[in-house]
Structures are given as C-alpha cells and as structure tokens.
C-alpha cells in the first residue's frame, strides 16, 4: 500500500466543492495540464518498430530508443510531441477532449493533479479521483485517470469527456500501479500488424512487450466515496 503523506486536507471530504452549485464564469476556463495543445501529436516520422532481442525475449523497439521512450517495468511508449514555454508549461490552443499521452504518464506516476500538475489532495482516506457514474463498485475500478486536487474536481470534471453522465468523487488510499493501456502489436511474416487497437495489460503480462503504451492505468482499493453522483447538467 502506499504510504500516506498528510496535506492541508482535514478528512475524506474537506473543502470539496459542492458539486451542485454554480461556479462564476471566470473559474470555468482553467485549462488541465494533461490537455492535448495545438501542434502537439504523434511522432509519426520516426516511429520505427523493430524486433527487439533481449535476454530470452523478443518485443518491440524503437530503431533510435532512448531511456525515456520506456517506463520503469521495460514498456514502450508512443512518442508525441511537446509544445512547451520556457518555463516548462504546456502552450497552445487546448484540444477538448485530447489528452498528451506524456504528460498523463507524468500526473498518473507521481498522484498529481490532473490540472494543475502539483500534489493531488491526500488525506487519511486516500488520494482524491473522480470516476464516471457506474452500477458497478468503486473498489477495485482500474483507471487511466490521474487524480486532482481539491480546487479542480469541478474544472477537471468539465473536461472529461467520459463524465458527461455523472461522475463520482472518491478516495483511494492505495491506488496501486496495474499496468498499461494501448496499441498491441504482433509480428507477422515480414511486418507488425495490429492486434487491439486499445487495450489494457497488467504488467506481469508478458504481452507487453508488444504494446505501445500511451496510458497508465491504477487500481483503484481501499476506496472511500465522498460524492456519490454528481451531474454536469445541474450547474
């Protein structure tokens, strides 16, 4: 389980918003961190995909790898590009409904928000997500979604295209690494093809070394819900 580090939040709940009432204009444009910027997207020129031969296996490559196209458990990443200020933050027109595939890895590797890219809320019951609406349990529920801090449930809210029927503010007190989600590759004859275009794998899936991750994904236990449902449509 992870280790809880105390913030300025005082339990499961603290100054959450009130999901029901309405925000003033000038807090309704906050722009994510994670959102896609024009002249941003996939590096398509050098994606390069080769048998790559390791010690007893084989798997995917990039022709010109670098230590940053793979994450900690040897998984290939998809390559996008940055559009960035001098100061490091994301510049450009946002996508809606877009997200960079890099900077999803970055919130989701280290539980920051999804927004504002510093420490998501944590408090003694967990780190803070927001999930869509579902007849199934939280607990258990894998995600792709970065967590927020609690200044942002509501922006970040209006920005998932996945939450436009509710949504459900819950915390996680070990949202455990689960693996990956992306394009899973095969070797057939003399080329790849394209297994599934979308799909998710554990990490102690062997399969991943034919997979061109573009989302980490977590699992969501020992959960607590703070908002059960809340909808966009009321505010």
């Known amino acids: 389980m992870l280790s809880p580090t105390p913030d300025s939040d005082l339990s499961s709940s603290a100054r959450l918003p009130d999901p029901h009432a309405r925000q003033a204009p000038h807090l309704l444009p906050v722009v994510p961190y994670i959102a896609l910027r024009s002249g941003e ?3 398509t020129h050098d994606l390069q995909l080769e048998l790559r031969h390791a010690p007893d296996t084989w798997g995917l490559a990039y022709a010109d790898e670098t230590p940053d196209d793979r994450d900690t458990h040897d998984v290939l990443w998809r390559r996008y590009h940055h559009n960035r200020y001098h100061a490091g933050r994301p510049t450009g027109v ?3 409904g877009r997200q ?3 900077r999803l890895r970055e919130t989701m590797s280290l539980l920051h928000c999804a927004v504002c890219n510093y420490a998501a809320s ?3 019951d967990g780190w803070l997500f927001v999930e869509p609406v579902r007849d199934t349990p939280v607990e258990g529920r894998l995600t792709t979604w970065p967590p927020v801090c609690a200044e942002h449930v509501i922006a970040y809210a209006h920005e998932r295209p996945d939450l436009r029927a509710g949504y459900t503010v819950l915390r996680s007190a070990d949202p455990a690494l689960y693996g990956v989600r992306g394009r899973l590759l095969r ?3 003399t080329a790849f093809e394209t297994v599934a275009p979308d799909t ?3 990490y102690a899936d062997p399969r991943r070394r034919w997979l061109v991750a573009e989302r980490l994904v977590r ?3 020992h959960t607590t819900v703070a908002i059960e ?3 966009l449509a009321t505010r």
Do not use: I, N, Y
Request: glycine share 4%; charged share 20%; no cysteine.
């Open 100 to 102: 960079h595939p890099d």
């Open 229 to 231: 449902h809340a909808d």
């Open 200 to 202: 998710e794998l554990p």
């Open 94 to 96: 946002p996508l809606p």
């Open 41 to 43: 997207g996939p590096v």
């Open 187 to 189: 070797f057939a004859a």
């Open 219 to 221: 699992d969501l236990r």
């Open 122 to 124: 944590q408090t003694s």
